[in-house]
């Protein structure tokens, strides 16, 4: 993906002035939480290389993660710390690393709250009232008094102080997402009745103590939510009436976000969202206070962030996950080139909820860089000649990789597009951006002079001919044989695997799925946002369950509150006949009225139809398989991380024969 526009660039690539800091150009790499610290915390090596890699790529102000200024604030198992001395080492090597590329070093500081788990933090959570928060557990916080709560304002400068000394650049309160100064901000969560009752003391006093401790070349700013996204939280115009009472004009910059944990799909906002869709709150509060603004939200293209700030809404951006998914970004884009986008899958947000260090859908090199083996041709020419037997992801990565290598690639594919059933997804509602992830491995297999043919036959015919010295077969999975439910009466009722189905781009007035598994429960979604009423049958105990809550924060309540699908879980299919579906579970068996093709989604095989030919040929350097065909490329990571450890064993196998 590239920005071509001129006029676009030069506004992205100009300096911004916050305060006593100059940024080279408009780009912010975002808080993010990663999980890369250690269990007490510190700055690891594959956290200072992450950021580090995130300056180099042309960010002009790089932040930390959400760093916690006091222990009982820990939301994550390796969050950033910021509430001892003994992390000032780290910090200082992390603001060296960063400086040493150009760009600034930024840190959030932050405190859970009742978002907090004492399973995590080893501390019973604290908020402004004893609110449990049901996301994170629903475990009841403490509440302290109004001396507790000022011990809690003295831990916000305490963290300010340290990151002074290590040479922390900017300093971000975190008002928003639902955190402990946002609790105090909300009447759903600030039931006080003390001096905090009022909801905007706390913030003022956090911002008196941080900005005591901030030193003259520092920056101070505030990052809040316009709106907690739910029904009663706080509204846009409640949040924006009490900012009027922060005093704001003494801050250097705001960045505007939106959300709570309620309302997570404010937070990281899922794919079938607009980009820029929080610019329009930015540009409200620009507008009242002359100061410079930041916005988040979707703004994964150069185009999109160019016009946020051509449209006067803010000053800058602050990026995440379009960072995570390719750390030169910036660079990229003021030089017009491509880069690889982020995909709003969300599945780096369900990890980090999952306490695992966080990854990426489209970028294996996160968080630890993918290196294939340094063995380069013996001589200029020498590359070995690879046939990549198939087009989905995992073959596309595969030959690109090797193509970078020096290798000389072509690949074939029986459909007539690239991108096996991942294409399908692409077609699914839920998954706009998924075919810009396509479209960038074509643009880089062109750069690259990789030969690609589709619309071929991929049998074994293929081999007969075939002198190359590798194959690499990335033929994907099928669909599992499965016994068919039994039929019962008479009439005829088409049995069809779900991805077949939605190959073919048909449509139905009525149908049921068999599976409430994330295929089932993609096509379900898709298929009655077209209109089909559907039954959908699952043995699963809930829908998609493995696919993390903020990848499905949309089409899970979508499909429960349609009143034309109807949905039965922990169910065993028993027998269909032509308009009824026989199901059993707990409560026993029924028969219900489902008339309509039968869709079935019972999870897939690998297809190694073509191993055995192909090790019969035996090309010189030898057979690979990658992906599906290797049965490691369920997901699209999975896929990629599987072509990474094919094109390094290819690697090797060709320097050594």
């Known amino acids: 993906m590239t920005t071509g526009d001129d006029s676009a660039r030069r506004l992205l690539g100009t300096p ?15 808080p993010m939480e990663r999980n890369y610290c250690t269990e007490d915390g510190s700055v690891t090596e594959a956290y200072r290389g992450y950021l580090t890699a995130r300056a180099a790529g042309g960010a002009a102000l790089v932040h930390t993660e959400a760093g916690y200024v006091r222990a009982d604030g820990r939301g994550r198992p390796r969050q ?39 399973a995590v933090s080893g501390h019973r959570p604290v908020a402004p009232s004893p609110v449990p928060c049901a996301v994170t557990g629903g475990e009841v916080p403490h509440a302290p008094d109004a001396a507790g709560v000022r011990a809690l304002v003295r831990a916000y400068g305490d963290a300010a102080r340290r990151c002074r000394e290590a040479g922390v650049d900017a300093l971000t309160v975190h008002g928003g997402h639902g955190y402990l100064i946002h609790q105090f ?29 901030a030193g003259p070349g520092q920056a101070v700013g505030l990052r809040i939510s316009a709106h907690e996204g739910y029904a009663g ?8 009436a009490l900012m009027r009472s922060v005093p704001l004009e003494r801050l250097h910059f705001l960045d505007v976000s939106a959300g709570s944990y309620e309302a997570g799909e404010w937070i990281v906002q899922p794919g079938e969202w607009r980009p820029g869709v929080l610019a329009p709150y930015a540009a409200r509060y620009r507008r009242a206070y002359g100061l410079p603004v930041g916005v988040a939200g979707r703004l994964n293209t150069g185009a ?18 379009t960072l995570h998914a390719d750390p030169d970004f910036p660079r990229r884009v003021l030089a017009g080139t491509p880069y690889r986008p982020c995909i709003a899958c969300n599945a780096c947000v369900d990890e980090l909820h999952r306490g695992r260090p966080v990854g990426c859908s489209v970028n294996p090199a996160v968080p630890v860089p993918v290196t294939l083996t340094e063995r380069p041709p013996k001589r200029p020419g020498a590359g070995a000649r690879v046939l990549v037997v198939g087009a989905g992801p995992a073959g596309l990565e595969t030959a690109r990789l090797l193509a970078e290598r020096g290798h000389d690639v072509e690949v074939r594919e029986a459909a007539d597009r690239v991108g096996g059933a991942f294409r399908l997804a692409a077609g699914l509602r839920q998954h706009p951006e998924y075919a810009r992830f396509l479209h960038w491995t074509r643009t880089e297999l062109e750069r690259l002079g990789v030969r690609l043919r589709t619309g071929v036959p991929v049998g074994e015919a293929l081999l007969a001919d075939r002198d190359e010295d590798v194959f690499v077969l990335a033929t994907g999975a099928r669909g599992r044989p499965i016994a068919a439910p039994v039929r019962s009466g008479a009439g005829r009722r088409e049995v069809v695997d779900v991805r077949d189905w939605l190959a073919g781009d048909r449509a139905a007035e009525q149908c049921v799925i068999w599976g409430a598994d994330r295929d089932g429960v993609a096509a379900a979604d898709h298929l009655a946002a077209s209109g089909t009423r559907l039954v959908l049958v699952g043995a699963q105990d809930r829908l998609a369950p493995e696919v993390g809550r903020r990848a499905k924060i949309l089409t899970v309540p979508r499909l429960m509150n349609d009143p034309d699908v109807r949905i039965v879980l922990d169910a065993a299919l028993l027998a269909v006949d032509e308009h009824r579906v026989r199901v059993g579970t707990g409560a026993g068996e029924r028969w219900l009225d489902a008339p309509g093709p039968l869709l079935v989604s019972q999870g897939v095989s690998p297809d190694t139809r073509l191993l055995a030919a192909s090790r019969r040929r035996a090309p010189r350097a030898g057979v690979f398989t990658t992906g599906g065909a290797d049965g490691r490329g369920g997901t699209l990571r999975q896929s990629l991380a599987s072509a990474a450890r094919t094109a390094d064993a290819v690697c090797a196998a060709v320097a050594d024969r």
């Open 16 to 30: 911004l002035n916050l305060g006593p800091l100059r940024l080279r150009n408009r780009f912010v790499a975002a």
């Open 80 to 118: 950033l710390a910021l509430d001892h001395d003994r992390h000032l080492p780290g910090l200082r090597a992390l603001a060296d690393a960063v400086h040493a590329h150009g760009a600034h070093l930024g840190a959030e500081l932050n405190h859970g709250g009742r978002t907090a788990r004492s």
């Open 185 to 213: 901000l909300s009447g759903a969560t600030n039931h006080r009745t003390d001096e905090y009752a009022d909801p905007t003391l706390f913030l003022r006093q956090v911002l008196d103590a941080v900005l005591a401790e």
């Open 233 to 240: 939280g706080l509204t846009e115009d409640a949040t924006f």
């Open 304 to 321: 999109a962030a160019a016009e946020v700030l051509r449209s006067g809404r803010a000053d800058f951006v602050s990026l995440a996950r």
